[in-house]
């Protein structure tokens, strides 16, 4: 079955380094692929998308690389502060309709001063 | 910026029950979702809307589930019977078109069935 794969591990990094997240999923070629933010009871926020032929997209200081050969996604936060302490969530559509989400457990991100 | 609303924002009820909640997606919008997430697990599909029909559900969202648009700017979730399981936050998403866009979602419904 297809699954997404997020390190369910919370991750701790210290102000103004870079974070990195992993996004692993098995048994499909995704045409893209989404990255959410989402704070405790709130909705998730969308961050970015990349497109399978795109191998890396970047905002500000959020980058996400796309390796369809290892079917991977890298989110990356540079320069981090404590404000972007959050869990941050993968996203796929396996369907290929654009119609049905299929979200990863998400990463716990805590950003330390 | 244009966001998509939900009320309530929280909603307690007795098993059995039934419970309407109500989004405002956002205005040009034609695609509409629910999503569903229980305590501490992963945010799920429940179903997307188009074309005042169903496009697509889940096998969570069963016969006691329901969707409507009732006029041009509310998208209805209804759960008939509700059950101590339907516990959980509950995501409206609405997406400009289908397929390689970015969905928008709501603050969330908290459902509490007791």
Not at chain 1, 46 to 60: C, D, S, V, W, Y
């Amino acid at each position: 079955s297809q699954k997404i794969e997020q390190n369910s591990e919370a991750l701790n990094i210290q102000e103004g380094k870079t974070a990195t997240l992993t996004c692993n999923y098995t048994n499909y070629s995704p045409a893209y692929l989404q990255w959410y933010r989402q704070d405790p009871g709130r909705g998730p926020v969308f961050l970015l998308l990349i497109r399978e032929n795109e191998k890396e997209k970047r905002k500000e200081r959020l980058k996400v690389t796309f390796d369809t050969t290892l079917k991977q996604s890298l989110f990356h936060i540079t320069a981090s502060q404590p404000a972007d302490s959050a869990t941050y969530l993968c996203a796929l559509d396996f369907t290929g309709g654009g119609n049905k989400l299929t979200f990863g457990t998400g990463t716990q991100l805590k950003v330390e001063l | 910026e244009p966001e998509v609303t939900q009320t309530p924002s929280h909603q307690v009820t007795q098993m059995g029950q039934e419970v309407i909640l109500r989004c405002v997606p956002i205005s040009n919008h034609l695609y509409f979702y629910w999503y569903r997430q229980i305590l501490g697990q992963k945010v799920e599909f429940l179903v997307s809307f188009y074309n005042n029909e169903i496009s697509e559900k889940s096998e969570i969202f069963d016969d006691q589930f329901s969707v409507e648009r009732p006029d041009g700017s509310n998208f209805t979730l209804k759960i008939r019977s509700t059950k101590l399981e339907d516990s959980a936050m509950y995501f409206c998403a609405s997406s400009e078109r289908r397929n390689q866009e970015t969905q928008y979602f709501g603050p969330g419904t908290r459902l509490l069935v007791l």
